[in-house]
């Protein structure tokens, strides 16, 4: 049962070559990783869940010579990271000019620091507004002309979630609109980055549902666009967090405090951060950026992959081989997966990832959320066409440009109302 455990453990050494601490009881390295980036330290992460830890990292700080900025954590970011929190945040930074930023928390509070230390470092220089940073590589190009750095943050984790401690991903809501849009950029990579699993056994079992399902997102996403040179280290990621999900999932529902379980949990979002390090998501993470207002992320995205593999099923025969491999192991797909082709072979690891989403209890439609309505249809098309989330449309393994999103995107977003495959088209 160990097995997938030590691989991802190997993996992750692997690829972050000791710079980055993280397993069971390691909080207390803190202080020594923040000291290496200066003596004064803005701490963000407040809430009556966080305010121990916070507190508890202060300490390690102050132990050290690490001057705490206010003496005390500041408030982080509400769910799904709202730019008011940014802007909020990066008030703060320009107010107190901390050597590093401290960010305490889940990916909401991690995202909306990156973001901040970015706005704090270029306002000036190329603009306040964050909505000209959302695409992909703007960051990069604004810190090449004004030669500026940003403020180093460094990520505390505290929930096996979205992978934001490890990831050159912002993910910011407009909650007026209702939508999430994206900076994806190396150059808002936190500077180092620590995760102590112990620390999400106090974390509600939603919260670290949700993180399980994302993790299944990223690696399985990241897999099926997976290119000749990155199949390999894709496969493995995908193959051992998708196994830890199945695995331990339902053990953290029955026992929250089942430090194993947590553990592995954090291990298999760890190496979805990772996936998408390495490749790029697409439909299902899509879909999800326009139902922030109705269902957490990881979830939104573990309703639409079922439904996204049976439209990319031309393309990605080898992949769901792969996967459907692994949930056989764990009893969701009865039939032997190799002996199927083509869209046979898609619906039944699409069947597969619904039968594993109803065995703990999350939304396997979108009929499932009862706000759900054709507005929502609407928005999902909409955002599709916004050229700022293209990035989405061409990383699919059957690529779409915005001309298809109503002729292939919405039979997909039909099907998942109400789980039926058969309303899925297949591009040509």
């Not at 703007?138 to 004004?146: A, Q």
């Not at 992978?163 to 809501?173: E, P, R, V």
């Not at 079922?306 to 039939?335: D, N």
């Not at 703990?360 to 009929?367: E, M, N, Q, R, Y």
Request: charged share 20%; glycine share 10%; aromatic share 8%.
């Amino acid at each position: 049962m160990r097995d997938s455990v030590n691989k991802a453990y190997d993996l992750l050494n692997e690829w972050k070559q000791g710079s980055y601490i993280f397993g069971l009881g390691v909080m207390n390295q803190l202080g020594e990783l923040v000291k290496g980036f200066g003596n004064r330290a803005l701490v963000v992460g407040t809430g009556a869940r966080l305010k121990p830890v916070a507190d508890q990292a202060a300490g390690y700080l102050k132990a050290v010579g690490v001057e705490v900025v206010l003496d005390e954590a500041i408030p982080g970011a509400r769910p799904n990271a709202p730019r008011e929190d940014v802007y909020r945040l990066e008030s703060y930074i320009l107010h107190y000019n901390p050597d590093c930023i401290v960010a305490i928390g889940g990916g909401s509070t991690i995202d909306a620091c990156k973001a901040a230390s970015m706005l704090a470092a270029y306002g000036r220089k190329f603009s306040p507004e964050i909505n000209r940073y959302f695409g992909t590589g703007i960051v990069s190009k604004v810190r090449e002309k004004t030669g500026f750095g940003m403020i180093p943050v460094i990520a505390v984790q505290t929930s096996a979630s979205s992978g934001a401690h490890l990831t050159k991903y912002s993910n910011i809501t407009d909650p007026v609109a209702g939508q999430k849009l994206l900076i994806v950029d190396p150059a808002i990579v936190p500077a180092a980055s620590l995760f102590d699993y112990e620390l999400t056994v106090s974390m509600p079992v939603s919260v670290t549902i949700d993180g399980a399902l994302d993790a299944i997102a990223h690696t399985f996403e990241v897999f099926c666009g997976a290119k000749a040179g990155t199949y390999e280290l894709t496969k493995q990621l995908a193959e051992t967090a998708i196994d830890l999900v199945l695995t331990y999932a339902g053990k953290v529902i029955e026992n929250p405090s089942d430090r194993e379980a947590r553990e592995a949990l954090g291990l298999a979002t760890d190496l979805g951060g990772y996936a998408i390090m390495v490749g790029g998501t697409s439909g299902a993470h899509l879909t999800s950026f326009s139902l922030v207002d109705l269902i957490a992320h990881g979830t939104a995205c573990g309703i639409m992959n079922p439904y996204y593999a049976v439209f990319y099923s031309p393309a990605i025969q080898t992949q769901l081989e792969v996967v459907g491999k692994v949930l056989a192991q764990h009893g969701f797909v009865p039939e032997d997966i190799s002996a199927l082709t083509g869209r046979a072979r898609a619906e039944a690891v699409a069947a597969g990832l619904v039968a594993f989403g109803k065995s703990i209890g999350a939304p396997t439609k979108l009929s499932d959320l009862k706000e759900f309505s054709e507005e929502y249809v609407r928005k999902i098309l909409t955002a599709a066409k916004d050229p700022q989330l293209s990035m989405k449309l061409k990383n699919m393994p059957v690529p779409m440009a915005a001309e298809d999103v109503d002729l292939y995107m919405e039979p997909v977003i039909r099907a998942a109302i109400d789980g039926d495959f058969s309303k899925i088209r297949n591009k040509e």
